[in-house]
């Protein structure tokens, strides 16, 4: 660990030597593109730890009258350029727009909303630009737009008020206590790490490193395996297809049925036909299968024998923007480059469409 700036001594003092400047107690922390700090503080000052040429610099006062000596600013979030800062007000529950230039070095601003219940922490922006504040004490979250319009993405059950990071299928990943949490809005989230010893980081219920799953190759039987990142233990396998087949099993992971719970994805490898199947992943149950290749399924579900026998590769992606994963196939050797999207429970087809030359029969693979 290296100080970049800041003393032993507290207090409220600008130096181009950012070793000698003085801060009242730091609350929050942002980076621009630039690699410029922003530091938010006790007493209404948010200052600037300026960065250039690979080296930390001086120490300036970014805002200091929006506040008096009995403010306190909570967490703060910056736009890549540098130009606005969006800050939490401890002292009124209010997030503030700062404009950091063209001012002398002196931003100026005003709240951009009205006060929140509980005091907002953590702060964020979503993959739009927008900001996402987890409320203190509720865990409550919201959107805020630049504009200052708040929308509430989740008010049912309490996630913390960590910081909440906006992954590419639009879902939420965020902290309470000991636990990583999902959200999916609205009012969704399932727990994808710790429950036990407080740091841990995991995939199910087993608190440890993001657990392992894998699948047979070609020539192995379809045998599907979880191990614990942390420790590579075993936690649960089972034969996805024929204990007789030998042409591998391809695997994905996730919530794929949106019901707070994950599912193990699983699509036969070569040799086998175009079949999925959908397994709970707690209690290893079959939710669902289909053909990705045909129309032989029977309208009780059960699966029967395809004309396509080159296998099937399969992901989870939100593939329409609608913050829900959608189930992606690809056909297995033998077949074209034809990617089917799947959704829901029925697994119903939202798309199909070749990705190349349908004359080229080496298959595709697809991923998130």
Do not use: C
């Not at 032993?8 to 621009?32: H, I």
């Not at 649960?236 to 030998?246: I, N, P, Q, T």
Request: zero cysteines.
């Amino acid at each position: 660990m290296t100080t970049i700036a800041g003393s032993a001594t507290t207090g409220y003092l600008d130096n181009a030597n950012p070793l000698s400047a003085k801060f009242n107690f730091p609350r929050g922390v942002a980076v621009d593109d630039n690699g410029n700090v922003y530091v938010s503080e006790g007493g209404g000052y948010i200052r600037k730890i300026a960065y250039s040429n690979g080296a930390y610099g001086a120490v300036t006062t970014v805002a200091s009258s929006l506040g008096s000596p009995s403010t306190v600013w909570g967490m703060l979030v910056v736009t890549p350029d540098g130009s606005t800062i969006y800050a939490s007000k401890v002292s009124d529950k209010k997030i503030y727009k700062i404009d950091t230039a063209g001012n002398m070095g002196m931003g100026t601003g005003a709240a951009l909303t009205t006060a929140f219940t509980n005091v907002p922490m953590g702060l964020s922006f979503d993959n739009s630009g927008n900001i996402i504040v987890r409320e203190m004490t509720s865990g409550f979250t919201y959107q805020v737009t630049p504009s200052g319009v708040v929308t509430t993405l989740n008010s049912a059950i309490q996630y913390g008020n960590a910081q909440a990071i906006q992954l590419a299928d639009g879902s939420y990943l965020s902290a309470l206590s000991t636990t990583i949490s999902r959200i999916s809005p609205p009012n969704k989230a399932v727990v994808v790490g710790g429950g036990g010893t407080a740091g841990a980081l995991g995939f199910g219920t087993d608190a440890g490193f993001a657990e392992i799953i894998t699948g047979a190759g070609e020539g192995g039987g379809p045998h599907v395996k979880v191990y614990n990142g942390r420790d590579l233990g075993l936690i649960k396998e089972f034969m996805a297809y024929s204990l007789d087949f030998r042409g591998g099993v391809n695997v994905a992971a996730g919530d794929y049925l949106s019901d707070g719970k994950f599912e193990i994805i699983t699509g036969a490898g070569a040799g086998g036909g175009p079949n999925v199947k959908i397994w709970d992943y707690e209690t290893l149950n079959l939710d669902g299968q289909i053909m990705a290749y045909t129309n032989l399924t029977l309208g009780d579900g059960e699966v029967i024998d395809a004309l396509f026998s080159g296998g099937v590769r399969v992901a989870l992606a939100d593939a329409n923007g609608d913050n829900v994963l959608d189930l992606l196939t690809g056909a297995g050797p033998g077949g074209g480059p034809h990617v089917k999207v799947f959704v829901g429970f029925r697994l119903e087809l939202l798309m199909s469409f070749f990705s190349g030359d349908k004359n080229d029969r080496r298959g595709i693979f697809v991923s998130q």
